[in-house]
């Protein structure tokens, strides 16, 4: 069965790093795409970046490039999201979600992260 | 970037009756391969969002039947054949034809 285990909650302070992790079991990790989605408090779905971990292929949506970095480690099927300086604007629940090509994604279970002073 | 929008954002409604959510594209979603590039996603409250509808009209496993999808093209729809209370969420439409994707704004249905 394919599913997909993210790392638990943060809670960071602007300016701090952070990457948060998301684990895949039950499938060919390096034949699928996984991406990462955004969802601020209350509000709706958004896509960050999509990774094709067989050539390590990465695509950003425009409103999240240069602002996070997506990457993997084939050797332990984990893709990963990293910032390196949060600001308060990050706080929200992220998730990850894999699919064999653009749609039909299965989800991992969310990490939220809270960023405050 | 393909830009989706969905009608209505907020919809109440009655269980046991039927409900409709609309949703457009900026283009065409209809890939050469004569295949509708369009998911269907509901995300209930304290959930991960679950897979629906793909293709614009083919249920995932597990999907009741009372849940359809149709359209082409820019437009598309879901529908709900006898809403139950448990469908309580947020569905959203998503774009599969480009990368990344992109989603709808979401449609909230709550119980009158």
């Known amino acids: 069965e394919l599913q997909l285990v993210q790392s638990g909650a943060e809670v960071k302070k602007p300016g701090e790093s952070l990457k948060i992790s998301c684990r895949g079991s039950g499938y060919s990790f390096s034949s699928y795409w996984i991406g990462w989605v955004r969802q601020m408090p209350g509000k709706g779905l958004e896509w960050m970046g999509i990774l094709y971990p067989g050539d390590s292929d990465i695509r950003y949506s425009p409103s999240f490039q240069g602002q996070v970095t997506i990457s993997d480690d084939k050797s332990i099927n984990t893709a990963y999201l990293q910032w390196t300086s949060l600001k308060a604007s990050d706080t929200a629940m992220y998730y990850c979600?894999?699919?064999?090509?653009?749609?039909?994604?299965?989800w991992g279970q969310g990490t939220l992260v809270t960023v405050s002073s | 970037d393909i830009v989706m929008t969905q009608s209505p954002l907020s919809l109440p409604v009655t269980p046991g009756e039927p409900a409709s959510i609309s949703c457009r594209s900026s283009?065409?979603?209809?890939?050469?391969?004569?295949?509708?590039?369009l998911d269907w996603y509901l995300q209930k409250p304290g959930q991960s969002p679950q897979l629906l509808i793909s293709?614009?009209?083919k249920r995932a496993s597990g999907v009741p039947a009372r849940f359809s999808g149709s359209g082409s093209g820019t437009d598309f729809t879901l529908k709900i054949s006898r809403v139950e209370a448990e469908d309580v969420g947020v569905y959203y439409c998503m774009q599969a034809l480009q990368s990344p994707p992109t989603f709808g704004p979401g449609t909230k249905v709550d119980i009158k």
């Open positions: 283009q065409s979603l209809l890939h050469s391969n004569g295949k509708n590039y």
């Open positions: 293709f614009g009209s």
């Open positions: 979600a894999t699919s064999r090509w653009f749609g039909e994604f299965s």
